[in-house]
């Protein structure tokens, strides 16, 4: 199922922005869609967005559209997750998760997550 | 689009079945057949356990079990092990390519 290793996370204050990065290994990246999915700290889990296996479309939660962008590099096998305009509230671990078959919503494998805290 | 109702707790002995409910709407459940339940332990990530409401992926035990009637999913798990305490969440397409994830809900083996 390979392997996705985010990174990228840490303490920012509201408004500012970071970018979150997901290597992959041990599969062929470039042919699967990609997700980011997010859990606030003893929350559940809240989609994000989802990126085709060619970057071609990209789709976003109302929560997050416009303020976050997700693009890929499939010569860098590595995904990104570009955050802007950060409250409080997106203080959360962030995980990549591969496409199991969109709309399937089915995420076979999972990245262990970093955490971003949002707090002045 | 608000999240998947899902009882928060559940609990069985060792050797029996538990019944974890996710309900949602016509719009996302009861839409589609493409509900997923995952599995996450504590401080891990999560692990997909059932997709397309009723399909299990290479290596999960056949104990785990899905189904669907209506707006409402759900995910029996057979002959409770001690490892599967953990929380489970449901998730479903929502069209308008979104997708929805269930409040989750934390299964206890007493």
């Known amino acids: 199922q390979g392997q996705l290793v985010e990174s990228g996370g840490g303490a920012v204050q509201p408004g500012r922005s970071l970018r979150l990065s997901c290597a992959a290994s041990?599969?062929?990246?470039?042919?699967?869609?990609m997700h980011w999915v997010r859990q606030a700290p003893g929350k559940g889990l809240e989609w994000l967005a989802v990126?085709?296996?060619?970057?071609?479309?990209?789709y976003y939660a109302d929560a997050v559209k416009g303020r976050f962008t997700m693009s890929r590099d499939n010569s860098k096998n590595t995904l990104y997750l570009e955050m802007n305009s950060l409250r409080v509230e997106d203080t959360a671990v962030y995980y990549c998760?591969?496409?199991?078959?969109?709309?399937?919503?089915?995420?076979?494998?999972w990245g262990r997550g970093t955490l971003v805290t949002v707090s002045s | 689009q608000s999240a998947l109702s899902q009882p928060p707790s559940a609990s069985g002995s060792p050797g029996q079945s538990v019944t974890i409910s996710c309900t949602g709407t016509?719009?996302?459940?009861?839409?589609?057949?493409?509900v997923s339940w995952y599995q996450q332990h504590p401080g891990k990530a999560p692990k997909l356990m059932i997709y397309?409401?009723?399909k299990r992926p290479s290596g999960v035990p056949d104990r785990f079990s899905g189904s669907k009637s209506g707006n409402t999913a759900s995910l029996t798990v057979s002959g409770l092990q001690a490892d599967d305490e953990a929380d489970y969440y449901c998730?479903?397409?929502?069209?308008?390519?979104?997708?929805?994830f269930g409040v989750g809900t934390k299964l206890t083996v007493l």
């Open positions: 998760a591969r496409d199991w078959g969109w709309p399937r919503s089915s995420f076979d494998s």
């Open positions: 016509s719009s996302d459940v009861g839409g589609y057949n493409y």
């Open positions: 990126i085709w296996y060619d970057g071609s479309n990209k």
């Open positions: 397309d409401v009723s």
């Open positions: 041990g599969f062929r990246f470039s042919n699967y869609g």
């Open positions: 998730s479903s397409y929502a069209g308008s390519n979104n997708v929805v």
